[in-house]
């Protein structure tokens, strides 16, 4: 099954809007002379699975002022072409399963986890110029690291981690990454929260319109939090979206894993 693309090139002429919206987001584009405005609102999610998996599109000349928090924003041309395209999110991102999860040593699995892609906005006139980017769910900040001072600063995203691809839904807000885990330690790898290096990560779309990105593997070798991440190649079918906003080496040792402070 094939899912409408929600983002792409908009002819928006002067003094017309461009309405994005879903149950869970909002976005409405105002164009004025020389100045477009941004109208952002985002409503709670409680529940991931029932988010309503449909945008709705609408241009003309209304006015959004009801749409959400206001930003401002000059250009020096009349360029009527806006741009919209998805992206992923700008920090690292703490996926906490429903459960605990364990492996014994030498096992592995492969988790699927997925998270809030961000929505780029832009305007087009001899060049590309970024207006802003918002994040479709509001993520509460959190801390990662061994202290205060050994860490760094994520987003936290509650997360299903289902361990079956045939039971994923289609989440048109949300990206999916397929990791794999390795514990080749000598003892068990208890965790509840997976720091997911999603800067690094490059989003793609499925012939069927999901958003996704490549395989990661997180291999521990020794005891502790820390594991090599290895990021695999895009298969052919994938279209490619947006590249990585940080480029990391392959086999770069990450803290990985529940770090002790939180």
């Excluded at 976005?27 to 409680?46: F, G, I, M």
């Excluded at 069927?208 to 070798?221: D, F, K, M, P």
């Amino acid at each position: 099954m094939s899912h409408t693309q929600w983002w792409g090139t908009i002819n928006v002429p002067e003094k017309n809007s461009f309405l994005l919206n879903s149950s869970a987001f909002t976005l409405a584009v105002e164009h004025k002379s020389n100045e477009w405005c941004l109208h952002v609102k985002r409503n709670k999610v409680l529940d991931i699975d029932s988010v309503d998996n449909h945008f709705n599109q609408t241009l003309g000349k209304f006015s959004p002022v009801y749409c959400g928090e206001l930003s401002r924003h000059i250009v020096n041309s009349n360029t009527n072409t806006l741009e919209i395209k998805p992206s992923l999110a700008d920090r690292t991102v703490v996926c906490r399963p429903k459960s605990p999860i364990t492996l014994v040593p030498q096992a592995s699995v492969i988790i699927y986890l997925s998270t809030p892609v961000w929505v780029t906005i832009g305007v087009t006139d001899s060049k590309y110029r970024l207006l802003k980017e918002v994040a479709t769910q509001q993520l509460s900040d959190t801390w990662f690291g061994s202290s205060t001072r050994e860490g760094e600063l994520c987003y936290a995203s509650q997360t299903l981690g289902r361990l079956d691809s045939a039971n994923l839904p289609y989440r048109m807000q949300r990206a999916i990454t397929p990791l794999l885990i390795e514990n080749k330690a000598d003892n068990d790898l208890v965790f509840e929260r997976i720091a997911l290096p999603v800067p690094s990560l490059s989003l793609y779309m499925t012939k069927s319109g999901q958003l996704c990105t490549q395989n990661v593997t997180l291999v521990r070798e020794n005891d502790g939090d820390f594991a090599k991440l290895k990021l695999g190649q895009p298969k052919p079918e994938l279209t490619l979206i947006n590249g990585p906003r940080m480029v990391i080496s392959h086999g770069q040792l990450i803290r990985a894993f529940s770090a002790i402070f939180s």
